[in-house]
């Protein structure tokens, strides 16, 4: 329990208490001079948090208790300080400090998010090019309840990676050797190097791996390897084209004449019309691996001939939606008639 006690001059003092690890305070009022009411609130805390109790016409002399539910976080441990604010109905604070001991297993661990930081760059009209560094940012922020220590090995990036804490590294590396529990830091130092393969696709995809441990110790405790989302080279235009000829017979020993159920053939060409490249194109009866900005490819559909392609003397697969990818992005176009030749 906590005891705060109202002074004459209307102030509250603190006059002793503890705390733990469980998830309720106890705090005790006594009013000396004059009835009181106003609320008991938990100061600004990464660690602690609760809603501010009401304490209500607390008669003087009288002396209530009250007990504050608190959300603990998880990287909460060891000895902690809860401030505490007492605030009147007539606008006067009063603040005392109670320690807790928070008791658990230790944790350790981190999270990683990062972000190109020149956003500026309008990618439209001024793209990277092979060979350009891209700067890139990262956030590392602490889940543990105890400190530790962070040492990415190896990534797309340079400067990135570190040697164990107490080695020698490169300048500009994101080890961090002592990060108290539930704190974060950024290192804005990374630069990717634009291969021709990132330009090709448009995007570049972060790879990294962390590791993580103890204080003192170089034992690795927990180790990350981390995807980070596409990273933009050029404002990204995916397109295509797909067309069909139109069919011809195929002609077979067995089956030579052209009735309902003969074999039928056509050429269907897809043609990249974006910047960047596509992969995974399918459609009726074709698929391609990749498409460069500009290529064509083409392959023949050989399929048996229905009494509506029969009547029609079309192809079944015109209107139909072929699907192609890049990266994320996922685009269809529509299988149209080639032009007449």
């Not at 009147?88 to 008791?103: C, D, F, L, M, W």
């Not at 590392?140 to 040492?151: C, D, K, L």
């Not at 441990?213 to 690795?220: D, F, K, L, P």
């Not at 067309?243 to 089956?255: G, I, M, R």
């Amino acid at each position: 329990m906590i005891e705060l006690r109202l002074c004459t001059d209307g102030s509250i003092k603190f006059h002793g208490g503890s705390g733990n690890n469980n998830r309720t305070a106890g705090h005790h009022y006594q009013s000396r001079s004059k009835a009181i009411s106003g609320s008991v609130s938990v100061g600004t805390s990464t660690l602690f948090s609760a809603a501010p109790q009401q304490v209500g016409n607390l008669a003087a002399g009288a002396s209530t208790t009250i007990k504050v539910p608190l959300t603990i976080s998880s990287t909460a441990y060891g000895k902690q300080t809860l401030q505490l604010q007492f605030t009147s109905s007539n606008g006067k604070t009063s603040q005392a400090t109670v320690s807790a001991q928070i008791s658990g297993k230790e944790t350790t661990g981190i999270t990683v998010s990062g972000q190109r930081t020149n956003t500026s760059r309008d990618l439209a009209t001024n793209p990277y090019a092979v060979g350009e560094k891209v700067p890139y940012s990262f956030r590392v922020t602490s889940i543990g309840n105890i400190a530790q220590w962070i040492v990415p090995t190896e990534g797309n990036f340079a400067p990135f990676a570190a040697n164990p804490v107490g080695e020698p590294s490169p300048t500009g590396n994101c080890r961090y050797s002592n990060l108290p529990a539930g704190s974060a830091y950024t290192c804005a130092t990374p630069r990717h190097e634009v291969t021709s393969q990132d330009l090709a696709n448009g995007y570049f995809i972060p790879q990294t791996h962390w590791t993580i441990g103890r204080i003192g110790n170089n034992t690795v405790v927990n180790q990350y390897t981390i995807t980070g989302e596409e990273v933009d080279l050029v404002d990204r235009q995916p397109s295509f084209t797909a067309e069909a000829t139109s069919p011809a017979k195929v002609a077979t020993a067995a089956n030579p004449s052209e009735r309902a159920g003969d074999w039928m053939s056509y050429e269907v060409t897809v043609t990249n019309t974006g910047n960047v490249r596509l992969s995974d194109i399918e459609g009726p009866g074709f698929e391609f691996d990749a498409l460069e900005p500009g290529e064509s490819r083409s392959k023949t559909v050989r399929r048996l001939k229905t009494s509506l392609d029969a009547s029609e003397v079309k192809v079944q697969s015109l209107g139909k939606l072929a699907s192609a990818r890049n990266g994320e992005n996922s685009i269809q176009s529509e299988v149209k008639a080639a032009p007449s030749r």
